[in-house]
């Protein structure tokens, strides 16, 4: 079962479930109530009640992807959003609103209250400050330049690169940098919906390797290693493999430095969409 889907109906799971699996404390806003203006700051910050709901929340509906003390997992982590400049109000909207390109999901305000979302934040800022993040290491400016070379021929970042590979333009709210780190070393055999490397057999021989697009029970569409897409009848050809390994290669530490690769990280960990900026 592919790992996207996975993540999508969990979150659909615990976006129904959740709340339901809490008892609402007097005076909270009912989910689905009308949306109220938000604050600027979590009205809940230091309210031990608040905390301990947001832990059990969090653990039930978060940890799967940021893990059980927020330190990141499939998803970044998230106990240095405050350190790194982030506001409450922003990082609210941002699990209100998810984020878009990403595994992160809205949270529906039919299902999700806003003093849920609160109590969750509180939590994850007391693990914020009993567990701080080690300090970011790396130069994103030559990490950029890396990326130019080495990776932008197949991923896309805010409309320049190649298609070949994912969108990159967000990978750094949607992905922390463990799971980062070992995409780039390999072996890269979770492959994401969209981008299955196969191969592709033609009758008089000719093997062409390349990440699947479309298919249907007559034809097959693929993109191959130059970034042209190529469609085949498959009566036309003789075999296609799905293949195990991505067709992104490992960039052992003979193709990049562990000072290059630390470079490399901390420019991802910039990627978060046009918005970056903003607090």
Same mark, same amino acid.
């Given at each position: 079962?592919?790992?996207?889907?996975?993540?999508? *109906?969990?979150?659909?799971?615990?976006?129904?479930?959740?709340?339901?699996?809490?008892?609402?404390?007097?005076?909270?806003?009912?989910?689905?109530?009308?949306?109220? *203006?938000?604050?600027?700051?979590?009205?809940?910050?230091?309210?031990?009640?608040?905390?301990?709901?947001?832990?059990?929340?969090?653990?039930?509906?978060?940890?799967?992807?940021?893990?059980?003390?927020?330190?990141?997992?499939?998803?970044?982590?998230?106990?240095?959003?405050?350190?790194?400049?982030?506001?409450?109000?922003?990082?609210?909207?941002?699990?209100?609103?998810?984020?878009?390109?990403?595994?992160?999901?809205?949270?529906?305000?039919?299902?999700?209250?806003?003093?849920?979302?609160?109590?969750?934040?509180?939590?994850?800022?007391?693990? *914020?400050?009993? &567990?701080?993040?080690?300090?970011?290491?790396? /130069?994103?400016? &030559?990490?950029?330049?890396?990326?130019?070379?080495?990776?932008?021929?197949?991923?896309?970042? /805010?409309?320049?690169?190649?298609?070949?590979?994912?969108?990159?333009?967000?990978?750094?709210?949607?992905?922390?940098?463990?799971?980062?780190?070992?995409?780039?070393?390999?072996? /890269?055999? &979770?492959?994401?919906?969209?981008?299955?490397?196969?191969?592709?057999?033609?009758?008089?021989?000719?093997?062409?390797?390349?990440?699947?697009?479309?298919?249907?029970?007559?034809?097959?569409?693929?993109?191959?290693?130059?970034?042209?897409?190529?469609?085949?009848?498959?009566?036309?050809?003789?075999?296609?493999?799905?293949?195990?390994?991505?067709?992104?290669?490992?960039?052992?530490?003979?193709?990049?430095?562990?000072?290059?690769?630390?470079?490399?990280?901390?420019?991802?960990?910039?990627?978060?969409?046009?918005?970056?900026?903003?607090?």
């Amino acid at each position: 079962m592919k790992r996207a889907w996975v993540v999508s *109906a969990a979150a659909s799971i615990w976006l129904i479930a959740g709340g339901l699996t809490h008892a609402r404390e007097p005076g909270a806003q009912a989910a689905g109530a009308p949306a109220q *203006a938000r604050p600027a700051t979590n009205p809940l910050a230091g309210d031990k009640l608040a905390i301990r709901n947001g832990g059990s929340m969090f653990r039930t509906r978060c940890a799967g992807c940021h893990g059980p003390a927020a330190k990141g997992d499939v998803g970044p982590d998230l106990t240095g959003l405050w350190a790194s400049g982030f506001s409450d109000g922003r990082i609210f909207d941002t699990v209100r609103h998810g984020v878009p390109g990403t595994d992160m999901p809205a949270a529906d305000p039919e299902r999700v209250s806003d003093r849920e979302i609160w109590q969750i934040l509180a939590y994850v800022r007391t693990e *914020a400050a009993s &567990n701080p993040p080690p300090p970011i290491t790396g /130069n994103a400016e &030559n990490g950029a330049r890396i990326f130019q070379t080495m990776c932008s021929t197949c991923h896309m970042v /805010n409309g320049t690169g190649g298609q070949l590979g994912p969108e990159l333009s967000r990978i750094g709210s949607g992905r922390s940098r463990a799971v980062l780190l070992k995409k780039v070393r390999g072996p /890269n055999d &979770n492959i994401r919906p969209g981008y299955e490397p196969v191969t592709v057999v033609t009758r008089d021989g000719q093997r062409i390797r390349g990440v699947r697009k479309n298919e249907d029970e007559f034809s097959i569409q693929i993109m191959d290693l130059r970034q042209r897409l190529l469609g085949f009848q498959k009566a036309a050809v003789s075999d296609v493999t799905e293949e195990k390994q991505s067709v992104m290669p490992v960039y052992g530490a003979d193709r990049l430095s562990e000072s290059d690769l630390q470079d490399l990280l901390r420019f991802l960990g910039t990627l978060r969409g046009p918005d970056s900026g903003r607090r």
